[in-house]
């Protein structure tokens, strides 16, 4: 009997993958949380029905969000990654020697367990003396930090359920206020391909646009995201993704990557039009 998993993408399209075997399923407080093994895609996890990374494409979500900014900010110090609990964002951070501290807020206990089970060399970043998990809801850890990160990932799944208040103008705004004067943010930005993601991918440009005075987009091709197609968010309070960006700094540190080039961090910011016009709409 073949076993497959099946994501929604939109009513009418969904991706299925095969599976050999299921290797965890389970409830948390806030989400289901499902582990499966697949001859294609290698380990999967998925949170409430819908991967959140695969085994064989998850260095292209972290390493375009943890990259692109290290290449542009001088000298990153202190660095916080909200959601995160995988450790592959962190992971590739600690590939840089000036950062000296992560703080890794992550809401649900249960999702950081099951990736050090079976996702080792993922979340092996978490153990790193460097990084410090806290349990904790990513707004309401922020609310009292002023000035005090160079760096902001916003890691979190999606703008639903239990971390709809990290997509808020809120959330944003406390952002803007944690980081320090030449602080970058970096978030994920969903997918702009089908109609039912096109309004959330509207409304979280709008609301960085009006909370930082730099604001740009770049993309990504992930295959097991919607569409394969995914968009980041790259906010800052000083430092412009392309005006700013030194690669000839960046390589000499000599970061090992599968996917982040320097020649690749210029083309992820040229966008497709009808996704310049959307964001331009909103602008």
């Not at 895609?41 to 029905?49: E, P, Q, W």
């Not at 995988?86 to 590939?95: I, K, N, S, Y």
């Not at 960085?208 to 740009?216: H, K, L």
């Not at 295959?223 to 960046?250: E, I, M, N, Q, V």
Request: aromatic content about 14%.
């Amino acid at each position: 009997m073949e076993l497959w998993f099946s994501e929604l993408h939109t009513n009418d399209v969904k991706l299925s993958l095969r599976f050999d075997r299921q290797l965890f399923s389970g409830e948390s407080e806030y989400q289901r949380i499902d582990v499966f093994e697949s001859q294609e895609m290698g380990k999967i996890v998925a949170l409430d029905g819908e991967i959140v990374f695969s085994e064989k494409d998850e260095f292209i979500y972290d390493e375009m969000v943890a990259h692109v900014p290290m290449s542009v900010h001088p000298c990153v110090k202190d660095v916080l990654i909200i959601g995160g609990g995988d450790g592959g964002v962190a992971r590739e951070l600690l590939q840089y020697d000036s950062i000296l501290h992560m703080d890794v807020v992550e809401t649900d206990r249960m999702f950081v367990e099951v990736c050090r089970e079976f996702f080792p060399e993922v979340s092996s970043a978490l153990e790193d003396e460097r990084v410090k998990v806290h349990y904790d809801d990513g707004l309401r850890f922020l609310r009292n930090k002023k000035e005090a990160y160079d760096l902001i990932i916003n890691d979190s799944t999606d703008p639903f359920g239990h971390t709809e208040g990290l997509f808020t103008k809120e959330f944003y705004g406390s952002c803007y206020k944690a980081l320090r004067s030449d602080g970058i943010m970096v978030y994920q930005h969903g997918s702009p391909f089908y109609d039912e993601d096109e309004m959330a991918c509207r409304s979280m440009h709008r609301k960085v646009y009006r909370s930082f005075p730099i604001s740009r987009v770049y993309q990504a091709h992930i295959p097991t995201c919607p569409s394969g197609y995914w968009l980041f968010g790259f906010a800052s309070k000083k430092y412009h993704p392309l005006k700013d960006f030194k690669p000839d700094r960046w390589e000499e540190r000599q970061i090992e990557t599968w996917y982040y080039t320097a020649n690749l961090h210029r083309g992820a910011f040229m966008l497709p039009k009808y996704v310049e016009d959307l964001l331009e709409e909103e602008e």
